[in-house]
Nanobody, 127 residues
Framework: QVQLVESGGGLVQAGGSLRLSCAASGRTFSRYIMGWFRQAPGKEREFVGANSWSGGSTTYYADSVKGRFTISRDNAKNTVYLQMNSLKPEDTAVYYC???????????????????WGQGTQVTVSS
């Protein structure tokens, strides 16, 4: 069982930055693919990015955030981060971190492939 707790959301003006954190419980954190997803009102949950560590670090991003968002992880702290720069109003959503056991060979951007979820944190970008 893995428990995930996000933090760092808030209100920011367009063009600004935020960093989200996701702290995980457990002793096998490095064996999990850690993903970030978001869901805006009335829209489906969508993939933002993910990092696979086991067997070599690989990071994936949705096209909509590539070049603006960066995922990093600190396995010693069981924490994954989402640095969001150049934020746009369309980035407004509840952001979730999620965990899926595996490595780059089993990576999947579909949200229903992930087994554990945090409670979500609201990110609001004003224009």
């Amino acid at each position: 069982q893995v428990q995930l707790v996000e933090s760092g959301g808030g209100l920011v003006q367009a063009g600004g930055s935020l960093r989200l954190s996701c702290a995980a419980s457990g002793r096998t954190f490095s064996r999990y693919i850690m993903g970030w997803f978001r869901q805006a009102p009335g829209k489906e949950r969508e993939f933002v990015g993910a990092n696979s560590w086991s067997g070599g670090s690989t990071t994936y991003y949705a096209d909509s955030v590539k070049g603006r968002f960066t995922i990093s992880r600190d396995n010693a702290k069981n924490t994954v981060y989402l640095q969001m720069n150049s934020l746009k109003p369309e980035d407004t959503a509840v952001y979730y971190c999620a965990a899926k056991w595996g490595n780059s060979r089993t990576f999947n951007p579909r949200w229903n492939e992930y087994d554990y979820w945090g409670q979500g944190t609201q990110v609001t970008v004003s224009s």
